[in-house]
């Protein structure tokens, strides 16, 4: 199982940023996926999740209305689109691929997103 992100990096506040993931090693249109982030001392947090077919998201409280989370299961590629980018949006954010029934569980290494001034 391998998982490549890419996208995060520096923003000022109000900007916006793309993230991907493209996995591999796994029946990846079978799982769900999700977008987590990790802050130090702080817990992980699911920031976005998305079915397997791409037609049920949810969201994190503190990112509605601002991030959508996409898939392309012909790419074996989640996204993460962030819009309006705030200093408090400033984590590490993982790639995760979930499906219960199976009892599997597989995590990317994430990406750096920074918003800062």
């Known amino acids: 199982v391998q998982f490549v992100e890419s996208g995060g990096g520096l923003v000022q506040p109000g900007g916006s940023l793309r993230l991907s993931c493209v996995a591999s090693?796994?029946?990846?249109?079978?799982?769900?996926m999700s977008w987590f982030r990790q802050v130090p001392g702080k817990e992980r947090e699911r920031v976005a999740a998305i079915d397997s077919a791409g037609g049920v998201t949810n969201y994190a409280d503190s990112v509605k209305g601002r991030f959508t989370i996409s898939r392309d299961n012909a790419k074996n590629t989640v996204y993460l689109q962030m819009n309006s980018l705030k200093p408090e949006d400033t984590a590490v954010y993982l790639c995760?691929?979930?499906?219960?029934?199976?009892?599997?569980?597989?995590w990317g290494q994430g990406t750096q997103v920074t918003v800062s001034s």
């Open positions: 090693g796994f029946t990846f249109s079978v799982y769900t």
């Open positions: 995760n691929a979930r499906r219960t029934a199976w009892g599997t569980d597989y």
